[in-house]
């Protein structure tokens, strides 16, 4: 075939579209998956769950999480009814083998199950200083771990302390909502295990999500509200000593 | 035109200056991933490359497609609400290659007191026993089946 200057004048630009698209290399993990028709959230009934650390476990598996570091965990907390501002807290290896019979006999005891509120307006995304940590359109915050210098800043700017710096790739790391898995249909891999439902993802974008009628008829509230974060965990049955 | 008539190294200047900025946008160009500022100021390309992160645990209805005879067991008792994966582990690998990769024996006696071992911080309604003195060490599928735990409803 002839390259004319006809032809080569229809080609390129036809080059030059396939061309932008080789450079962005777009690897497509999720054809359908729409980011626009999602907004993801997580439920925490705090009356249903029973510590027995099953999230604590199935997020190290999923996620090859070092031992002795947590995407997400659980505490304990007891609270004496005379001191409410000052509840003691323990979470043995993070709760990820369960807890021991507690010393504390009466007083208010639960659990509280942990994890990143992937906030709206997420205090770790704002001080990021190369754009390594990002909240996608669908409102999960991320770590481009191929981006990130390990300043530890974001680290120190989450209010809730759910980041840490992995001591094998020395970048930030922290929970990523399974993203993986929420963008292939299924939940995330602590929701999937809890045996009692304790934990629940939701797509606040979706009004067929039961999270919709829950929220109507319960009462809820998230980690710091006074932080304005724009925190997206909601918490039932959260006692006002939880920090 | 008499206020620029020594003005030729200022001309210099500003070409050493517009020299330096035509290297800053060529090198910033090579430095900058493409896909970056996409959605705002980060690489776009990483929402999709976690994304395609591999699978561990396969999720509930991977377990209905093969052992709906279990699942069936299951949602007549206690533990309806408890995913297949939630006790036997992550077994996407079990659901890539069901021949080859055979999912472990669990030991009952490890696993059921993770959950029902008594704890003054569980949910008061929850079924909890001290485990040393209801059983005495036996392993606690010896009299309940974990996938209907009730006395006597002869699960598996």
Redesign the interface.
């Known amino acids: 075939m002839d390259i004319t200057r006809r032809r080569l004048l229809i080609l390129l630009p036809a080059a030059a579209v396939a061309w932008?698209y080789v450079?962005?290399?777009?690897?497509?993990?999720?054809p359908n998956?729409h980011?626009s028709e999602h907004w993801w959230a997580m439920l925490i009934d705090i009356?249903?769950?029973?510590?027995?650390?099953?999230c604590v476990r199935?997020c190290q598996?999923?996620n090859h999480v070092p031992d002795g570091y947590f995407r997400t965990w659980v505490e304990?907390?007891?609270v004496d009814d005379w001191q409410m501002e000052y509840p003691k807290v323990d979470s043995p290896d993070g709760g990820k083998?369960?807890?021991p019979?507690?010393k504390?006999?009466g007083g208010k005891?639960?659990?509280v199950p942990k994890l990143c509120n992937h906030c709206a307006d997420s205090p770790c995304t704002q001080v990021c200083p190369v754009?390594?940590?990002?909240?996608?359109?669908d409102g999960v915050v991320?770590v481009?771990?191929?981006?990130c210098l390990g300043c530890r800043y974001c680290i120190q700017a989450c209010p809730y302390g759910c980041r840490f710096l992995n001591p094998e790739t020395k970048t930030a790391n922290k929970c990523?909502l399974c993203?993986?898995?929420i963008?292939?249909g299924?939940?995330t891999?602590c929701c999937?295990?809890?045996?009692?439902?304790a934990r629940q993802l939701a797509n606040l974008k979706d009004p067929n999500d039961p999270i919709h009628e829950f929220l109507k008829t319960h009462s809820v509230q998230v980690l710091k509200p006074y932080m304005a974060t724009g925190a997206k965990c909601f918490y039932a049955g959260l006692d006002g000593s939880v920090r | 035109m008499k206020n620029f008539k020594d003005a030729a190294h200022l001309f210099r200047l500003a070409a050493v200056f517009l020299v330096g900025f035509v290297v800053f946008l060529v090198v910033r160009s090579f430095l900058v991933p493409?896909?970056?500022g996409r959605?705002?100021?980060?690489?776009a390309?990483?929402?999709?490359?976690?994304?395609?992160?591999?699978?561990?645990?396969a999720?509930?209805q991977a377990c209905t497609d093969c052992h709906s005879d279990i699942v069936e067991v299951k949602s007549k008792g206690v533990?309806k609400?408890?995913?297949c994966?939630?006790c036997h582990?992550?077994e996407a690998a079990h659901v890539q290659d069901p021949g080859s990769v055979i999912p472990a024996k669990l030991d009952t006696s490890l696993l059921c007191?993770?959950?029902h071992?008594?704890?003054?911080?569980?949910?008061k309604g929850?079924p909890q026993v001290e485990t040393a003195e209801h059983s005495g060490g036996a392993a606690c599928n010896t009299c309940h089946q974990p996938h209907s735990p009730a006395i006597g409803t002869g699960g598996n």
């Open positions: 932008k450079l962005a290399g777009t690897p497509e993990a999720a998956y980011m009356p249903k769950c029973i510590g027995c650390g099953s199935a598996l999923e304990r907390y007891h083998e369960g807890f019979a507690s504390e006999t005891n639960f659990f754009g390594a940590t990002f909240i996608t359109p991320l481009d771990q191929s981006y990523t993203y993986h898995r963008t292939k299924l939940t891999a999937e295990v809890c045996p009692t439902g | 493409r896909s970056f959605y705002g100021h980060y690489r390309n990483a929402i999709a490359e976690i994304a395609a992160l591999p699978i561990s645990y999720g509930h533990h609400g408890v995913a994966e939630s582990g992550p007191p993770r959950c071992e008594v704890n003054i911080a569980k949910p929850f």
